[in-house]
Every structure is written in structure tokens, then in C-alpha cells.
């Protein structure tokens, strides 16, 4: 009898130093359990076409909510509409946070925004400060896409062309809602409008807050009290078993800079800028697709953990 208890409570005493379990998930190491466990709840806004899960089975943020939740996170994915401008998308993103703050009973989120996502969270945070603890931003074109710019300049205002290409690209961010669960308004036009360097400018004068003064500098970090991140890769081809990156590839020709195939170094800056050189493409910046990503480079579940654990740090 005497060996059983000691054997149970050896076996007791290495469960609680080598492992605690975590319901949500599986297993963690007790010194990683508390790693990216933030005071406020980490809110992951997705980009253009983007959504929070298609068919419950494909999530824009492959593994990472898991992999935030693993080490204490509170995490929320939001959606909102796959096509629509800035002010609209941000408008949307509020009510969720609304809600979330009033589920959780804590006053603030941390922000993060992958993409156009990113545009939206700085929205947020310019006209409700009141709920927001940080933003941080993921590839996203601070200083308007060169594609989108290229696009704006092909199609003719008022045009049948123009007429057409709305049509079907409206079509296609319904169609993703739909597959997402969702029935949020598109408006392609306006989603390109937001997304050129016209557009941006124009959003950057409303909503300034941690933009660069510079072409390719840092913005403040702290502004309101609400501090601002930013990291982006400038990776193309990535992984040749990912046929995204070939795509990828193409549009990266229309870059001038560096550029993650979709939005330029230079343009992802905003607040703090972790790094904007990992070797990683603007899929692979939220590990897509399915998680194959350089093998050379950070893993983005990695890179997102991180990141956590810096604004845990920071008190947030």
C-alpha cells in the first residue's frame, strides 16, 4: 500500500511539474501555460476575402487561436463583411467588440489585424480608445497596395467593365460569407478604394494614430494610451507544395519594393515594427495555406505566440 500512495504521488507530483492539462486544448508545459496569457482578450481581425471559418472546417487563422489559447489567451475571431471599405468593415468589428467586452467583463482588447484587417483595427482604435489596449497589424497596406493601385488605374468609373467586375467580385464575397455562415453587405469598389494609396491616405489623415512620418520609417508606439505593433514578411515562394505561392509570385511583380506578394515592406509599418523581412508571404503570415510555410523561417503559430507574450509583458 505504501508503494502505490508514493507511486501515485510521484506520479501526482510530475503530472503538476511536467505537464497541466488545459481543457480547451491538450497539454502544456507548466512554465508555457501562462506564456501568452493576457491581461485583455486577443480579437484576430481577418483581411479582404477573409473570414473566420468556411464550413466550420477551413480557419483563416490556420492553428493559431489554438496555439494562443494553449499558452492562457483569450481569443475572439470576428468576421466581417469580405469586400466592403474601411469605415464599414471597422463599424462592424465595434458591435462584435461590444460584445465581447461585455462577455468577458474586461475593458479592452488587444487588436490584431491581418491584412485589410489591419486598416480595421486601427478604426477601432481611432474612434473607440475606450476599448482598445493595443493594435497590431499583419501585412497590412498602411500606405495603400500597388496592386490595388494598378487595378483602380485599369478600370474606368461608370464603365460596363467597371459594372461587370463589381458584379462578380461582389458575388465572390457573398459567396465566401455564405460558406462562412455570414450575410454581411459588399462593396468591392469601395474594398479596392480603401486598399490604394489614394485611399489610404485619405484614411491616414482621419485616423493618423501610429502611422510612419516617413516613407519607410516607424510610427509612435504609444498613442492614447494604446500601444502599436506591426510585423510583415517579405517572402514569396515560399513552399513549393503551397500552389498559392505561384500566385503570389505574379502579383509580387507588380511591386516595386519588397513585399510579401500583396502589400510592400514599406507600407506594412505601423507603431513598432517588430520586423518587416520574415521570409513569409502574405498567406503564410496567418499560416496558410494549411500550414505550409517556409520551413527556414519562424512558424507564424510562433511568431503569434511571441507576440502575446510581449503585450502580456507590457501589462496587456
Given at each position: 500500500?505504501?508503494?502505490?500512495?508514493?507511486?501515485?504521488?510521484?506520479?501526482?507530483?510530475?503530472?503538476?511539474?511536467?505537464?497541466?492539462?488545459?481543457?480547451?486544448?491538450?497539454?502544456?508545459?507548466?512554465?508555457?501555460?501562462?506564456?501568452?496569457?493576457?491581461?485583455?482578450?486577443?480579437?484576430?481581425?481577418?483581411?479582404?476575402?477573409?473570414?473566420?471559418?468556411?464550413?466550420?472546417?477551413?480557419?483563416?487563422?490556420?492553428?493559431?487561436?489554438?496555439?494562443?489559447?494553449?499558452?492562457?489567451a483569450t481569443v475572439f475571431v470576428t468576421s466581417v463583411s469580405q469586400l466592403?471599405?474601411?469605415?464599414?468593415?471597422?463599424?462592424?468589428?465595434?458591435?462584435q467588440i461590444e460584445d465581447i467586452v461585455a462577455i468577458t467583463g474586461k475593458p479592452k482588447v488587444n487588436l490584431i489585424g491581418h491584412s485589410h484587417g489591419g486598416l480595421d483595427v486601427r478604426y477601432v482604435a481611432s474612434v473607440r480608445p475606450d476599448l482598445v489596449a493595443s493594435v497590431t497589424s499583419v501585412g497590412s497596406p498602411h500606405k495603400g497596395a500597388d496592386l490595388a493601385d494598378v487595378l483602380d488605374a485599369a478600370i474606368v468609373d461608370g464603365s460596363v467593365t467597371e459594372?461587370?467586375?463589381?458584379?462578380?467580385?461582389?458575388?465572390?464575397?457573398?459567396?465566401?460569407?455564405?460558406?462562412?455562415?455570414?450575410d454581411d453587405p459588399q462593396d468591392s469598389l469601395a474594398a479596392l478604394e480603401s486598399l490604394t494609396s489614394s485611399g489610404a491616405a485619405a484614411f491616414n489623415a482621419q485616423h493618423p494614430q501610429g502611422v510612419p512620418g516617413s516613407s519607410c520609417g516607424e510610427g509612435a508606439s504609444v498613442v492614447n494610451g494604446i500601444r502599436y505593433y506591426s510585423w510583415s514578411g517579405t517572402g514569396v515562394l515560399t513552399n513549393l507544395l503551397d500552389v498559392f505561392d505561384y500566385g503570389l509570385g505574379l502579383?509580387?511583380?507588380?511591386?516595386?519594393?519588397?513585399?510579401?506578394?500583396?502589400?510592400?515592406r514599406c507600407s506594412s509599418h505601423l507603431g513598432d515594427v517588430i520586423r518587416d523581412n520574415y521570409f513569409m508571404n502574405h498567406l503564410d503570415e496567418v499560416n496558410q495555406i494549411l500550414g505550409f510555410v517556409s520551413i527556414f523561417e519562424s512558424n507564424p503559430k510562433s511568431v503569434f505566440r511571441a507576440h502575446a507574450n510581449r503585450l502580456k509583458n507590457k501589462g496587456l
Open positions: 500500500m505504501r508503494r502505490i500512495t508514493i507511486g501515485l504521488l510521484a506520479c501526482t507530483f510530475f503530472l503538476g511539474v511536467v505537464g497541466i492539462a488545459r481543457p480547451a486544448n491538450a497539454w502544456c508545459w507548466w512554465w508555457t501555460c501562462s506564456y501568452t496569457k493576457t491581461k485583455y482578450p486577443i480579437v484576430l481581425a481577418h483581411g479582404a476575402a477573409g473570414f473566420d471559418s468556411l464550413f466550420g472546417v477551413l480557419d483563416y487563422w490556420y492553428g493559431i487561436p489554438s496555439a494562443l489559447d494553449d499558452g492562457g466592403n471599405a474601411t469605415e464599414v468593415r471597422g463599424e462592424q468589428l465595434i458591435a459594372d461587370i467586375l463589381s458584379f462578380f467580385a461582389d458575388a465572390f464575397g457573398a459567396v465566401l460569407g455564405l460558406l462562412a455562415g455570414t502579383t509580387a511583380l507588380f511591386y516595386s519594393e519588397a513585399n510579401d506578394g500583396l502589400v510592400g
